[in-house]
């Protein structure tokens, strides 16, 4: 469904197990970061109606995901900690090349927040699938119905304003660089890490 080239070990829920304060607080601001990226792209393409008003709904569900996280949290005892940086978006952000077209970038932009919504599913999945926590299990099962309609929201805008057959060229060679950059991940207790 995800069409990712490369899957999470099982053996991270147990990471995740033992340090969830710290997932969940990395999970928390993953989605301020969503909320803030789609506030980003309504800010610099405002003329674009349509993805003006799916952004608007988008960026609402995100906010309101951080704070199903963020009251999850408290049911657990755990506080919000400080944001740990993770170098996942930063990685993904380096491989399509700066331009000055709106409409390039726009479409670069699209590619890389289905990417890590796609992701975020997928750890999501795994986590749900492999934890002991029944409770933890229900709440990332519950998650991922959303998560799975932003990942095709955005790779059906990219699709919009350019070729199909060019995105999907530049979603498949996408999907191959954050293979081999996640194959080196899985030992933190991070979303993406």
């Known amino acids: 469904m995800l069409g990712l080239k490369s899957t999470t070990n099982p053996k991270w829920a147990k990471i995740v ?3 969830l304060g710290v997932f969940l607080t990395d999970h928390a601001f993953a989605e301020q970061k969503a909320a803030a990226g789609g506030f980003s792209l309504i800010i610099a393409y405002s003329e674009e109606t349509e993805l003006v008003k799916a952004l608007s709904e988008y960026t609402i569900e995100e906010t309101e995901h951080f704070k199903l996280v963020h009251d999850f949290m408290i049911s657990r005892g755990y506080t919000l900690g400080r944001d740990q940086k993770s170098n996942y978006a930063a990685h993904l952000l380096k491989f399509f090349p700066k331009t000055k077209d709106r409409i390039e970038s726009l479409v670069s932009r699209c590619l890389i ?7 975020s599913c997928e750890r999501f999945k795994t986590l749900a699938n492999y934890t ?5 299990t229900q709440f990332y099962n519950d998650l991922i119905v959303s998560e799975a309609g932003h990942y095709t ?3 059906k805008f990219a699709r919009t304003y350019q070729d199909k057959s060019i995105v999907d060229k530049k979603w498949d060679e996408l999907l191959t660089y954050e293979a081999a950059y996640m194959s080196t991940q899985g030992k933190t207790p991070l979303v993406h890490g």
């Open 153 to 155: 929201q955005f790779l």
């Open 132 to 136: 002991s926590d029944k409770e933890l």
């Open 113 to 119: 927040a289905a990417l890590i919504e796609a992701r």
């Open 17 to 19: 197990e033992d340090n």
